[in-house]
């Protein structure tokens, strides 16, 4: 059984900064890309950031140059750094990752956490 759990999440003003952290737990062989969603009421889930077990990262345009997403393959998580954070980025935030067990390499899901950016 794998579990993704995040964390982080909470309210800020405007112009603020929160990290989201997400760390994946269970039978693990490896985990390939992760990655941070978010939904908004009304709204599609869309993709905020991206990165490869090497590093690579992928941003919406949306975040770029103010959101960072990391990891840390030694602890199996990744992180997203959020800076000058705006209302528009309220949403539910959630992480993935594409993981390898046992049984063959699927897409897993956290259990999504709130951010609310107040103006």
């Known amino acids: 059984q794998v579990q993704l759990v995040e964390s982080g999440g909470g309210l800020v003003q405007a112009g603020g900064s929160l990290r989201l952290s997400c760390a994946a737990s269970?039978?693990?062989?490896?985990?390939?890309?992760m990655g941070w969603y978010r939904q908004a009421p009304g709204k599609q889930r869309e993709l905020v950031a991206a990165?490869?077990?090497?590093?690579?990262?992928n941003y919406a345009d949306s975040v770029k140059g103010r959101f960072t997403i990391s990891r840390d393959n030694a602890k199996n998580t990744v992180y997203l750094e959020m800076n000058s954070l705006k209302p528009e980025d309220t949403a539910v935030y959630y992480c993935?990752?594409?993981?390898?067990?046992?049984?063959?390499?699927?897409?897993?899901w956290g259990q999504g956490t709130q951010v609310t950016v107040s103006s």
């Open positions: 993935n990752a594409d993981i390898t067990t046992a049984w063959g390499t699927s897409r897993y």
């Open positions: 269970g039978s693990i062989f490896s985990i390939n890309a």
């Open positions: 990165i490869t077990s090497g590093g690579m990262t």
